[in-house]
């Protein structure tokens, strides 16, 4: 059971928009900044999204993030088959003092 | 750019202690900037956090591995460590390095991981 929520999946045909969420608690979310990561099949995660809507470096502005009290969003829009991964949502856990993550989210390209 | 690398046995037995390193290069192991993580990810499930060391020897354990995890940091060598005791089948995952940036607690440089299999 992770501390954060995400849907264990979502689908969306090529070129349209998808939003995944990802709900926490005022310990974590609710007081700290949400970072999302991609996941692409055999490899290592990538920083995606951070400070709860930042893109870093060569990360396509086809990504956005959004936070709003204890629950966050990405959003890829014009889906392309490239996108298919897997979706993880984190942040720094105050009473816990660690970093929580969702359960990661896998994205099918229908 | 920084660049993490694990690494360590590929193969631990069961009750024996699981020892990786993580070797940082383009970038210094004493930033002020970050914390060095371990995450860990058994296969076919999702993420999870073990641990973080700053490079003046503070650290944050989970809670639900604290008793048997260690992190360390050797700053002459820009690497830190991971000691993982008493190991079980349950422990078998990819685990990977990565630093967190200390403002945002973003992971924002991942080593490749490494495969730990627990088996006799």
């Known amino acids: 059971q992770s501390v954060l929520t995400q849907p264990p999946s979502v689908s969306e045909a090529p070129r349209q928009r998808v939003t995944i969420s990802c709900s926490g608690s005022?310990?974590?979310?609710?007081?700290?900044?949400v970072n999302w990561y991609q996941q692409l099949p055999g490899k290592a995660p990538k920083l995606l999204i951070y400070?709860?809507?930042l893109l870093p470096s060569g990360v396509s502005d086809r990504f956005s993030g959004s936070k709003s009290g204890t629950s966050a969003s990405l959003a890829i829009s014009g889906l392309q088959s490239e996108d298919e991964a897997d979706y993880y949502c984190a942040a720094w856990d105050d009473r816990l003092n660690v970093v929580v993550f969702g359960g990661g989210t896998k994205l099918t390209v229908l | 750019q920084l660049q993490l690398q694990e690494s360590g046995p590929g193969l631990v037995k069961p009750s024996e202690t699981l020892s990786l390193t993580c070797t940082v290069s383009?970038?210094?192991?004493?930033?002020?900037?970050?914390?060095w993580g371990w995450i860990r990810q058994p296969p076919g499930k999702g993420l999870e956090w073990i641990g973080s060391i700053y490079y003046s020897g503070s650290t944050y354990y989970n809670p639900s591995l604290k008793s048997r995890v260690t992190i360390s940091v050797d700053t002459s060598k820009n690497q830190f460590s991971l000691k993982l005791s008493s190991v079980t089948a349950a422990d078998t995952a990819v685990y990977y390095c990565?630093?967190?940036?200390?403002?945002?607690?973003?992971?924002?440089?991942w080593g490749q991981g490494t495969l730990v299999t627990v088996s006799s």
């Open positions: 990565a630093s967190l940036e200390y403002s945002s607690s973003c992971l924002d440089y």
């Open positions: 005022s310990s974590n979310i609710g007081n700290n900044a």
């Open positions: 400070y709860d809507d």
């Open positions: 383009g970038g210094s192991i004493s930033s002020s900037s970050y914390y």
